[in-house]
């Protein structure tokens, strides 16, 4: 028996990251985080709702869910704030830090990687943007370790999510 995959999903107000908790939960255990705590209780209420046996649980300091999560995802709005970004930091070392972007607010999304990857020095920075051509769950995955793409390649498509590299 092989152990399971710890998230910590930052930022639950948007809703790709919704989705994603949503399905990483029926098979995962689920760290919550948003800075509305109103928003934090409803979807931690629709995860046990859909699903009453998800590993979910709510938490109150985003530096806690990251501590204790093998994967850290950030919504967005989660990575472009500083002061969040300072709280979990040394917490995320060694661990895959992935960001929901959105291809229409990303750019340059190299140069938007490159900046992420020097907030997070010693974590594995994977940046997932909405396929500009296919916004349809397709789902565009850069990153600079291909083993870490391939592990978030795999978790997308094994929830049902169209990706590439």
Same mark, same amino acid.
């Given at each position: ?96 830090? !992935?960001?929901? %972007? +959105? @291809?229409? =607010?990303?750019? $340059?999304?190299?140069? /938007? #990687?490159?900046?992420?990857?020097? &907030? ?19 789902? !565009?995955?850069? %990153? +600079? @370790?291909? =083993?870490?793409? $391939?592990?978030?390649? /795999? #978790?997308?498509?094994?929830?049902? &999510?169209?990706?590439?590299?």
């Amino acid at each position: 028996m092989s152990n399971r995959t710890t998230f910590a999903v930052l930022g639950v107000s948007v809703t790709n990251s919704i989705v994603l908790a949503k399905q990483i939960a029926k098979t995962n255990p689920v760290l919550l985080f948003d800075q509305k705590a109103a928003t934090l209780l409803e979807v931690y209420t629709e995860i046990i709702s859909e699903n009453p046996k998800a590993n979910v649980e709510m938490m109150i300091c985003p530096t806690n869910a990251s501590w204790e999560a093998d994967i850290i995802i950030l919504s967005n709005d989660v990575a472009t704030n500083v002061t969040l970004i300072e709280k979990i930091k040394k917490v995320a070392t060694g661990k895959i830090v !992935l960001i929901l %972007g +959105n @291809e229409m =607010e990303v750019i $340059n999304s190299e140069s /938007t #990687l490159d900046k992420l990857q020097h &907030l997070f020095p010693f974590s594995k920075v994977v940046l997932s943007n909405e396929s500009a051509y296919d916004s349809n769950d397709s789902l !565009l995955l850069k %990153g +600079n @370790e291909q =083993e870490t793409l $391939n592990i978030i390649l /795999t #978790l997308f498509t094994s929830i049902g &999510l169209k990706a590439s590299i």
